[in-house]
């Protein structure tokens, strides 16, 4: 066992753990709600109970599972749900190379460890953390960023499988993943301090509104990139 930790993990500062777990903790109910939904959808689908908790332990994104699942349902071809989730996660793409430069010194496992961690939640927090640090890839930031994870995902997945099993008990009907929705709202509102961070904010929020319509939820991607793009370009002129 500590063999596999010092293999999927680097040394780390305690005191920016715990900071980590505290922080996400506060969190933990708009999780566990998502969860709970996305496992409740799972078996709605369909889906067998030991079907359901292969999937969910598996595919560690809600969007992704929720954007398969209707395509799974209705018997599309399997690299069709494989593009799909694709382009679902894309915008981790744009966190991952946020958050490169906190990361790239770490061995190959190690890095893929983090970014199967890596969650929207945990990216934003780890964002408003360490903002305006001039030092990258500290015990501290290692630290930090493994604390929010493993909550994080420990959460999610207890959650999920507790949905799965309750099944049809909390129909998606109530609506209750608005629930994660508004966490992240009350986690990113606190880090629009700069107008640069406003006008991504605002240019991602409108973008997505107006591409609701596009097919395999392509509208999440087009927008996170346009608000990073209009964020820098702005960053790039207030720092002129």
Do not use: K
Not at 84 to 104: D, E, G, Q
Not at 145 to 170: C, E, K, P, Q
């Amino acid at each position: 066992m500590r063999r596999i930790r010092h293999l999927l993990m680097p040394a780390i500062d305690r005191a920016a753990l715990r900071e980590g777990l505290r922080d996400m903790s506060h969190l933990a109910v708009a999780i566990s709600v998502w969860g709970l939904v996305t496992g409740v959808a799972i078996v709605n689908r369909g889906m067998g109970i030991p079907m359901a908790l292969f999937f969910s332990l598996t595919v560690f994104a809600g969007t992704a599972q929720l954007a398969a699942l209707p395509l799974m349902a209705a018997g599309a071809p399997l690299a069709v749900v494989w593009v799909t989730a694709t382009l679902v996660n894309l915008r981790f793409v744009i966190f991952s190379a946020a958050s490169r430069p906190h990361f790239v010194h770490l061995t190959v496992p190690q890095r893929i460890w983090a970014g199967y961690l890596n969650g929207d939640l945990g990216f934003a927090l780890f964002s408003r953390r360490f903002d305006g640090y001039d030092t990258t890839g500290t015990p501290e930031h290692y630290g930090y960023f493994f604390g929010t994870a493993y909550v994080n995902y420990f959460v999610w997945h207890v959650a999920s499988v507790i949905g799965i099993i309750l099944g049809d008990l909390a129909p998606t009907s109530w609506g209750l993943e608005i629930a994660a929705t508004v966490a992240m709202i009350g986690v990113v509102v606190p880090m629009a301090t700069r107008w640069p961070i406003v006008a991504g904010i605002v240019v991602t929020g409108v973008l997505s509104v107006l591409t609701l319509g596009m097919p395999m939820r392509l509208g999440i991607v087009v927008s996170v990139i346009a608000g990073i793009a209009v964020a820098s370009v702005a960053e790039t002129v207030a720092a002129r």
